[in-house]
């Protein structure tokens, strides 16, 4: 089993700037895709990015593409998003995940705490 860990939310302004973190622990998955999703109350979850093991994929929703981008250190079990010029409605927590596609990042039933990140006018 690997365990996920996300940090780096907050509350920041609109046009604002933070970085996200990913940690995982546990077994090594070689190969895998790593994603952030994120969820708004009375929103259902929305896919961000995804990024593959060796960074060569990098899709993005067409919300955050050129504000946004994923990246990942595989010598530290880490994925990160960096996050630019924030928007209110980019508000939401957010939650990472790994699989071995990207459909199956898509369809991932296991989330954990996640991180707030709330952007004010």
């Known amino acids: 089993q690997v365990q996920l860990a996300e940090s780096g939310g907050g509350l920041v302004q609109a046009g604002g700037s933070l970085r996200l973190s990913c940690a995982a622990s546990?077994?090594?998955?070689?190969?895998?895709?790593m994603g952030w999703f994120r969820q708004a109350p009375g929103k259902e979850r929305e896919f961000v990015a995804a990024i593959d093991w060796s960074g060569s994929i990098r899709p993005y929703a067409g919300s955050v593409k050129d504000r946004f981008t994923i990246s990942r250190d595989n010598a530290k079990n880490t994925m990160y998003l960096q996050m630019d010029i924030l928007k209110p409605e980019d508000t939401a927590g957010y939650y990472c995940?790994?699989?071995?596609?990207?459909?199956?990042?898509?369809?991932?039933?296991?989330w954990g705490q996640g991180t707030q990140v709330t952007v004010s006018s």
């Open positions: 995940n790994i699989g071995p596609t990207i459909a199956a990042l898509r369809a991932a039933n296991a």
């Open positions: 546990g077994r090594t998955l070689i190969n895998y895709f």
